[in-house]
């Protein structure tokens, strides 16, 4: 057997900056008073999710407001699309989300 055949070894991990690792967001205490935004994708089983859930959570907390955001938009991050002002004036009035995805 011949010593000249030889394979070079090499990792597959590529060498990047690291992104520090963040916690996630603090949760809120109470959601009496609270605007809960409730983004629902462009699949149609969102919708009635949506209402569903829109509907359960006025019931058990009847303070509370939720306020819409309708994704039409396939595949594709709502940032990256006409709907980008609209979608961070959203974000910037809500206390916590829920996205709902219709599957």
């Known amino acids: 057997m011949s010593d000249t055949n030889q394979y070079e070894v090499l990792n597959p991990w590529a060498e990047s900056d690291s992104v520090p690792m963040k916690g996630i967001s603090p949760r ?33 907390y009847p303070g509370i407001k939720t306020v819409l955001f309708d994704s039409t938009d396939q595949n594709v991050n709502v940032i990256e699309t006409d709907l980008k002002d609209e979608f961070i004036k959203w974000v910037e009035g809500i206390d916590a989300a829920i996205l709902l995805v219709g599957n």
Do not use: P, V, W, Y
């Not at 109470?30 to 935004?37: C, D």
């Not at 409730?38 to 058990?60: C, G, P, V, W, Y």
């Open 28 to 60: 809120l205490d109470i959601l009496e008073g609270k605007t809960i935004g409730l983004f629902q994708n462009f699949k149609q089983a969102s919708k009635q999710m949506t209402k569903t859930i829109d509907q359960k959570l006025h019931e058990r």
